[in-house]
């Protein structure tokens, strides 16, 4: 499950090649998406209830440059994003796009929403970036690379070692969850660590896998919430899974990591509530 | 209540010279408290429970060169701050200082800690500054200042307008508020508002004085936590007050509001609730 970087079987040259692709992906996602975060055009038409949304907008612009930029540079690849229709792919890879991850988060200025961005073959994500745009902060995991850059430099990303369940500091972003089973199944591990926070959207993958916090748990994921989130913490060292430990590049529930042993503990308070 | 400037009789020259201090207080924690964010010190640090306090370490230092630069530059003011005994003022001034609000999310490697710096007279705060050091955004406000600097530019601060309670986006750091008559008072406008987010110390006050929320409801706050934001937000066009609608200085029950309309409809939602 960890470092499972063995069953891609990419070429150097491609894996080169793909991972300069997936920076201008993020690159051309920021420019398109950041110029609407906290501006004047985000508030005046999310104040217009009369149907104009605001994030689908920033969300479209995000996706859709995305999927041009691989319309030029990867024609063959499949395309699953949260905005538009899926595209078949015929190289056997699939990027998968979520543009902004934290629609929320993005609508209130807070910066920890991020683009997620996935490299999936058949047996799931290969390849993932975090992008937080407004911080500038990118975290980057697959092909044997795992690594940060943000303003005030770069770093290998590597998750905690040595944290016991009691010592671990837990996230998610709303305290409801999910649904009324996803809430016990999260208030059991929240009531056994040292500290849960809330509110983070998809940076608290990116703080998993950078080694400042242990745990992430979500609900009522989309595939394109956590194929990104699931390279970059693997690639740094963390596994993820459903709540029965199984894979969970579907979405669903999820369960991040920063250890194997970690997932052990946690995986018996979390799989009664498992779907 | 809004924009109450018109009490601070301080002449021209001086609050320019105390402006500048503000800034120079800031600088001087950002340069002492970031080196220790996110760093492996911290970490293992952290990790030694047997007294060693990495955060207090981070508080304490910033705290202490704030206080140095006060002690050269405005040595006949006072200084109220988390870490130190007070300081009795001789100016009728007293600098009110808390080198990390949110030292839980400073731990969890989050960047919406800040340092918060406020300037108070008798009557409370007249001037105030957040800042964020790690996304390097500081918020200020007082004298006529309501400014912002970040990493994409500069703007003027302004609150949001026109904004019903239905369509409201409310922000507090922990779900559970404070003790069980916190929490309800706050679920009493949380169920009434357009969206409810968690998780942001004290940069939601932050994001309030810039326009990009609208309310921050919090309790068992301490004088330091809520004097630079009380000094931002009003200058900005809001308006914070305790939860019976008094003075929200000494800490407590606090409510920021983007504008006294909206304060207004919520106040008697939070009053059968007030300490």
């Known amino acids: 499950m960890i470092n499972d970087l063995h069953r891609n079987n990419l070429d150097k040259t491609l894996q080169e090649e793909i991972l300069n692709v997936s920076h201008k992906l993020a690159d051309a996602a920021q420019l398109a998406i950041l110029p609407i975060f906290r501006s004047d055009r985000l508030f005046m038409q999310n104040k217009d209830k009369s149907g104009f949304d605001p994030v689908t907008e920033a969300d479209k612009a995000g996706e859709k440059v995305m999927r041009e930029t691989l319309q030029r540079l990867r024609p063959e690849d499949g395309v699953l994003g949260e905005e538009f229709e899926p595209l078949k792919s015929k190289s056997g890879l699939t990027w998968v796009l979520d543009p902004i991850d934290g629609t929320r988060g993005f609508i209130s200025g807070t910066p920890t929403w991020g683009v997620l961005i996935a490299l999936s073959d058949t047996d799931g994500p290969i390849l993932g970036i975090i992008d937080q745009p407004y ?20 770093k290998q990303l590597a998750t905690r070692s040595n944290i016991s369940l009691a010592e671990a500091t837990l996230l998610t972003t709303s305290p409801e969850v999910g649904d009324q089973k996803d809430f016990l199944g999260f208030r059991g591990v929240a ?5 849960v926070r809330y509110g983070m ?21 989309n595939a394109y919430d956590i194929q990104a989130p699931i390279a970059v913490i693997e690639a740094a060292g ?12 579907d979405g ?24």
């Open 252 to 275: 669903g529930q999820a369960v991040a990591a920063a250890t194997s042993e970690l997932l052990e503990q946690v995986l018996p308070l979390l799989s009664p509530y498992a779907d």
């Open 191 to 195: 009531e056994r660590v040292n500290l």
């Open 201 to 221: 959207d998809c940076y608290a993958y990116a703080l998993l896998a950078a080694g400042h916090i242990d745990l992430v748990i979500e609900a009522k994921l």
């Open 135 to 154: 911080i500038q902060e990118r975290f980057v995991g697959g092909f044997g690379v795992a690594f940060y850059s943000g303003p005030h430099g770069s």
């Open 238 to 249: 963390g596994c993820v899974t459903n709540w029965s430990g199984g894979t969970a590049h």
